[in-house]
């Protein structure tokens, strides 16, 4: 199982493979919003070749699943996204467009959302030699909301934790009782800490776009309560922690 803000901090290895050189690419957006009609309905991916030898690529889907922390790929494609091309040939330097249009259910009932793996295919060498060439994929976030509905994050509950290192950090519950997924970058965090006395210790308010440096987007999916753990280290271990969200901006 992956997080949502592990996949978009990181780059997947996917393989090794035997060719002259390694070449690399560089993939926008990360993220991408769709409707179920309307202009909305399609968006645009764009890969870049970034080195000298020519770059051959492959872009599938598969659809997620929810989870307490995130989101989890299923490993199959529904067909409800169509990408084109499928396959192409970029040449040093140059950059190609992917379209990616959602023709899926018009109905939807709440969001749904897919992983587009933008995979690096191994060149096919001259008989006889032999290289190491290093294989990338990248994993485009599709989302696909239905109209006329907008994302309710709210804060549940808010704890103190343990990052990886075991110091306190905040542990926030945070639910999205909406048809529509929303982001927590889209918010500012606010986070207290207080003492056994009740004694203000910490106060922080974290904007979008550090949000989104520190966690990540922090997908909520439709009508989902994950857990969101902040890496913001608190000053106690055996404090309390109070947690608010407001608009960006």
Not at 48 to 56: Q, S
Not at 97 to 120: C, E, M, N, W
Not at 172 to 186: M, R
Not at 188 to 213: V, W
């Amino acid at each position: 199982m992956k997080s949502f803000s592990t996949f978009l901090a990181a780059v997947a290895l996917s393989s090794m493979f035997v060719s002259q050189a390694a070449t690399a690419m560089t993939v926008q957006p990360v993220v991408i919003d769709m409707k179920t009609s309307g202009r909305e309905m399609s968006q645009v991916v764009t890969v870049e070749n970034t080195f000298a030898n020519p770059l051959p690529v492959e872009l599938s889907v598969q659809e997620l699943q929810l989870t307490e922390n995130g989101v989890s790929p299923t490993g199959k494609d529904p067909g409800d996204l169509l990408v084109f091309p499928p396959q192409a040939m970029i040449e040093p330097g140059q950059t190609q467009s992917f379209r990616v249009q959602y023709v899926g259910d018009p109905a939807l009932a709440s969001s749904k959302h897919y992983y587009i793996t933008v995979a690096q295919l191994p060149v096919k060498l001259p008989e006889g030699q032999s290289a190491i060439q290093i294989l990338y994929n990248f994993q485009v976030l599709a989302s696909v909301a239905p109209a006329g509905a907008k994302p309710r994050l709210e804060i549940r509950s808010a704890q103190v934790g343990k990052d990886a290192a075991g110091k306190p950090v905040a542990v926030l519950s945070v639910a999205n009782p909406s048809a529509v997924h929303g982001y927590l970058s889209a918010s500012k965090l606010r986070i207290i800490e207080k003492d056994t006395a009740g004694k203000e210790q910490f106060r922080r308010t974290l904007s979008g776009p550090e949000i989104q440096q520190t966690i990540g987007f922090g997908l909520v999916g439709a009508n989902q309560t994950r857990t969101v753990t902040v890496p913001v280290e608190l000053p106690l271990a055996d404090g309390t922690v109070e947690a608010s969200i407001s608009p960006e901006g």
